[in-house]
């Protein structure tokens, strides 16, 4: 029902014809403010044009608007009638739709993931689905951007092969999300969906100028699921933000550790970086280059001579204050095992804002 009231609303302010909505006994469930009635209260055939319909659940409803004094308007409202019946309830229904079932699934709302189902092809056995959602990523208040990436997502991922785009919203922001079925059984059963992401990311940039960053889902099978994926990808972009990430696709199950690191006390955060780094982190003025040479050789396979190139310093440079980090910490950068306690300490100082190791991502 409530699909019927979000879609009668939106008819109402495109056309500007007065429709209400009620139960098959006349008690309105929906009534616009031009007509004066209230939820609850019943209509009466001697002052409203009226029509009954039925949903495909056989579910039986009354559409009905205020009663004009000349015959050619209250012919005219019946007409009206008749063409929100067929949009609401007709045979065209699919074109409600895809959609907007898809955006209320995504928003929560009861009732709608079943009824997508119902009209989406069905998944082979070896398919699952991904969740992509975008967000405009230099302009908090989205305006038309978000629009403008709505289109390109459209396009990328048509609904006559089988996607659903749309826009809906989370908390105080407004995301793009396309649904999308890819095979899984592969070794990276996330790779179809990444190369998607980008693929958006990259097109929107290039053809309507908009920064775009895009997170994907884990895969699902029930479209009783959507809601939480959509929550999954917006906690994931916000994620993003919180430890700086510069990617332009956010992969959920790539961002195990931010997801660790973001959920204990910032009393176990700090505890961890004394632990791994030395009381000398808050007291030593060169702590702060070094960590930022070891953040890139991190990045760089712990190799010192990519990581001079990368630098634009020269590679005893780069041994010199890994061995002085060394000297600090205890710890050999260059072990795997102390390579990647570092790179705990740098994703938390990333993440509590207390100085930033590298300017680039610290996700692959």
């Avoid at 956010?250 to 700090?270: A, F, H, N, Q, W």
């Amino acid at each position: 029902m409530e699909l019927y009231i979000a879609e009668l609303k939106r008819l109402t302010d495109k056309t500007g014809f007065q429709a209400g909505l009620a139960d098959k006994n006349g008690k309105v469930l929906y009534c616009p403010a031009g007509i004066g009635l209230k939820a609850g209260e019943r209509i009466s055939d001697a002052d409203f044009t009226v029509i009954d319909v039925s949903d495909s659940d056989g579910t039986d409803y009354i559409l009905f608007s205020a009663k004009e004094n000349e015959k050619r308007s209250s012919e005219l409202s019946s007409g009206l009638l008749k063409l929100f019946s067929e949009r609401l309830f007709g045979s065209d229904r699919a074109g409600i739709s895809a959609e907007r079932l898809f955006i209320s699934a995504l928003e929560g709302r009861s009732g709608s993931s079943e009824k997508l189902g119902s009209i989406m092809p069905k998944l082979n056995n070896d398919m699952q689905y991904r969740l992509l959602t975008a967000c405009c990523a230099d302009d908090e208040t989205h305006g038309g951007q978000i629009t403008q990436v709505r289109e390109v997502a459209s396009e990328l991922f048509p609904e006559d092969q089988g996607f659903v785009t749309g826009i809906f919203k989370s908390g105080t922001g407004s995301f793009v999300s396309a649904l999308c079925a890819v095979e899984e059984g592969d070794a990276s059963r996330s790779e179809k969906a990444e190369q998607m992401a980008l693929q958006l990311a990259d097109t929107a940039g290039a053809e309507v100028m908009v920064n775009v960053r895009v997170a994907v889902s884990s895969g699902f099978r029930s479209l009783s699921r959507l809601g939480e994926m959509a929550l999954q990808t917006v906690a994931t972009l916000r994620l993003g933000e919180d430890f700086g990430i510069g990617s332009k696709c956010l992969v959920y199950e790539k961002t195990g550790l931010e997801r660790l690191i973001s959920s204990i006390s910032e009393e176990d955060r700090l505890e961890y970086l004394r632990a791994v780094l030395g009381g000398q982190y808050w007291t030593d003025r060169s702590m702060q280059e070094l960590l930022n040479t070891v953040s890139v050789f991190l990045q760089c396979n712990q190799n010192s001579s990519v990581t001079a190139k990368r630098m634009d310093v020269h590679r005893n440079t780069v041994n010199n204050r890994l061995e002085k980090f060394s000297r600090i910490t205890g710890l050999d950068c260059s072990s795997f095992s102390d390579g990647v306690r570092v790179r705990i300490a740098l994703l938390i100082i990333r993440y509590m804002g207390q100085g930033d190791p590298s300017e680039e991502s610290m996700i692959d």
